[in-house]
């Protein structure tokens, strides 16, 4: 069973295809009316592979759109739609980034539910096979996670099956094996780890950080990784803090006022606000509207496609 939601498009296709041999059947003696089906099948299946490709069976051909493979751990919503309509809306001829992409969406459904019952890595270990044939299989040009997702995307860097830009939607760290593994680095795998309550957000963050930074280190062989967040005050603690307490990637450098400032008007009238991290200068991490759950308001359809951009704009 694929874990990839397929387009409209491509299940009328199929549909259409399936009835092939009722159709040659029936309407054999109309000529008309089975040129008009055949026509129609050929103008779904068309239109299936223009939007997403076969992700089902190979990587979509090069050359037109790049693909993002979004993960999400829990159930929380994003209209995928509506962020590539708003990329659409956004490109302009001078624009920095000329790249079009379209997103898909890997379907997760029960996750959430097995994460909640028994733990982010019980549940992992349900999904992993299937993680990462998907991902081998559909061999993305970038991969997007939201919250919780950030334990799928350092799990699946830390098997070594990612090395490629990211894109993390208000990134939220679980305990988990591989961030076990990467705190004890070398030493004996039976060691106990001792860490209280009060420490294990610090400690998720920085075994995360650490896995991160394997792949987006430096401008000459890191890959991108584009954060968005929040502009509430628990997003700003809970993640920018996080992430420069752990000083895997030194201290955090907020770019706002100076003459480098990265801002640009968007279609609610916010301004993106750039941070980003000293020995980390492939990171970028952007402010909008909101609390944690900005990402799935539609007004932030636009933000999420300016993420997507900022990932591909060296491509």
Not at 89 to 102: E, F, R
Not at 142 to 157: C, F, M, N, P, W
Request: a negative charge; charged letters at 20%.
């Amino acid at each position: 069973m694929s874990i990839i939601h397929k387009t409209t498009a491509e299940n009328r296709c199929q549909y259409i295809s399936s009835s092939i041999p009722f159709i040659m059947r029936h309407f054999i003696p109309w000529p008309g009316v089975l040129l008009f089906l055949l026509v129609l099948l050929l103008a779904e299946c068309s239109a299936a592979d223009h939007d997403h490709g076969d992700a089902t069976t190979s990587p979509p051909p090069r050359g037109r759109r790049r693909v993002v493979l979004a993960l999400g751990a829990a159930n929380s919503y994003v209209n995928w739609t509506r962020v590539e309509e708003a990329q659409q809306q956004q490109m302009q001829p001078t624009s920095s980034s000329s790249t079009l992409w379209t997103v898909m969406h890997a379907d997760l459904t029960g996750f959430g539910n097995l994460m909640k019952e028994n733990g982010f890595q019980h549940a992992l270990d349900q999904y992993s096979d299937k993680l990462i044939r998907v991902v081998q299989r559909l061999a993305p040009d970038a991969i997007l996670v939201s919250s919780k997702g950030l334990g799928l995307l350092t799990y699946l860097i830390d098997r070594g099956v990612w090395r490629g830009p990211s894109i993390l939607l208000s990134p939220i760290p679980n305990w988990s094996n591989h961030l076990r593994a990467q705190l004890l680095d070398g030493s004996n795998d039976n060691e106990c780890i001792h860490v209280d309550d009060e420490a294990l957000f610090e400690v998720e963050w920085l075994a995360s950080m650490k896995i991160l930074k394997r792949v987006h280190t430096d401008t000459a062989l890191g890959h991108p990784l584009i954060v968005g967040i929040g502009t509430s005050d628990d997003e700003h603690f809970l993640i920018v803090d996080m992430m420069e307490e752990s000083q895997v990637c030194g201290n955090a450098v907020r770019i706002e006022d100076s003459e480098d400032a990265e801002k640009s008007e968007i279609d609610n009238g916010a301004i993106h606000i750039r941070t980003t991290f000293v020995d980390c200068p492939t990171w970028s991490v952007y402010s909008f509207p909101g609390d944690h759950g900005w990402k799935t308001n539609a007004s932030n359809a636009a933000n999420i496609a300016f993420l997507v951009d900022q990932a591909f704009l060296d491509a």
